[in-house]
């Protein structure tokens, strides 16, 4: 309720009867002042815009098997579902350290896990939020004096906040700038790369971020509007334009929209390069006996964290690592449609 004396203030209408735009969608953006409303979005399926519902909680608690008093990473904080779940499984006397390159999530989350701490009767142990690439995690530990953690946890690729911000520019089903940097404030855009990406290497980049067998076609449609692409529309519909007669409403080609977009977005923010820089580190990031587990949703990271986890193996690295991925479970796959790509694998440290 307002302070005594607080002026009223209205919310913003929107035409027609529901909101159209992302910005007006005010529940769903609040959906803890919205319970009623919250629980319409779930039932269906949906994820509430400005949220993200953490997938794989009981395997990856399974998995990692955290306990009192432990040190634990989430790499991707993200909207700091799994983070919670750990922080409560690591009291009384754990530590959490948060890493995000998103300064805006990085921020929000933040905010709401110290008032989950202040809120806590018994609290939750202490935690740490730190901006800066999972690749940069040992770096990070060292300077915070920390000499290993128990337990790593990275849950890797977008989360629904990113993917439902059209300012974010990282979906074609949403008009916006054609930005896809999970940091705002580092590196090219989208559409500054590529303005100046040649047309090589843009089919190169399709093909095996994303096993996109048009690539060379989709390269070329692209290139062809080059200094053109300023929004997620505009790509969309150079990609559209390879392909004589299709149209966004094609099933065949919506998925061809998502590998491309996914492809780009992966170039655009080194993606693969900071998985394998994490993956090469992973070993001397955790304590003897320490659990790892990685949650990948296409298959390019997963083959790297399958092949780094068995090269590790070998190498004495690993004591055991998960012979086969985890996958959700049926039920979550049905309650939440995002979850049905990943795949959690595993690693425990000698």
Known sequence: MADEGSPHVRRKRYRGTHPRHFSEKYKEHNYQDFPEDLAKVLARGATPAGSHRPICMAEILAVLAPVPGETAVDA??????????????????????????????????????????ADEPGGLGSFMPVHADFSRMRECLDLQGIAGADL???????????????????????????????????????????????????????????????????????CQRRGLLATTRDLAEAIVSAFPGATFRDTAMKK???????????????????????????????????????????????????????????????ASIASLAIRPGREERNANPRSASARLRWAIAP
């Open 152 to 222: 790593i946890l990275a849950d890797i690729g977008l989360s629904s906040m990113q993917i439902d911000d059209p300012e974010r520019g990282f979906s074609f089903k949403r008009n916006g700038r054609l930005d896809m940097r999970m940091d705002r404030d580092s590196g090219p855009s989208a559409a500054q790369w590529l303005a100046a990406v040649s047309e090589e290497s843009l089919a190169v980049a399709i093909s095996t971020n994303a096993d996109e067998e048009a690539a060379v076609a989709i390269a070329r449609a692209i």
């Open 256 to 318: 061809v929209l998502m590998r491309s977009f996914q492809a780009i977005r992966i170039e655009v923010n080194g993606e693969f390069a900071a998985l394998d820089s994490l993956l090469a580190t992973l070993p001397s990031c955790l304590n003897p006996g320490g659990r790892v587990a990685i949650l990948t949703f296409h298959s390019g990271e997963e083959r790297r964290v399958e092949a780094s986890f068995a090269a590790g193996l070998e190498a004495g690295l690993y």
């Open 76 to 117: 991707t904080l993200g909207h700091g579902g799994h983070a919670s779940a750990l922080l409560r499984a690591i009291a009384p006397g754990g530590r959490l350290i948060g890493f995000d390159q998103d300064a805006v999530e990085l921020a929000r989350t933040s905010a709401r896990i110290v008032k989950a701490l």
